[in-house]
């Protein structure tokens, strides 16, 4: 779903600028204007169970880092 037009405007994050505020990408979220001059940065990420793979399946796709190979985490585990 993209937007919500409905009467609840939900309850606000006030927090510092510089602060991160972490929540599941499927919470409907909103932000006020960015009233500076300076770009509003976002950082994303998610979990999938199954491998990111590029399109030729060669490999993970850029910045897709396993967590777990074959049920043992990663940077533990055999390659």
Known sequence: MIGYFGDDPGIPAVVPAGSIVGFSS???HRSGANTTPAMRRAY?????PE???NEDRSGPRIQAVP???DGDH???GPS
Request: glycine share 0%; charged share 5%.
């Open 67 to 69: 967590l777990l190979r």
């Open 26 to 28: 499927t919470v409907f």
């Open 51 to 53: 491998p990111i793979l």
């Open 44 to 48: 994303v990420v998610q979990y999938s």
């Open 74 to 76: 990663a940077a533990s």
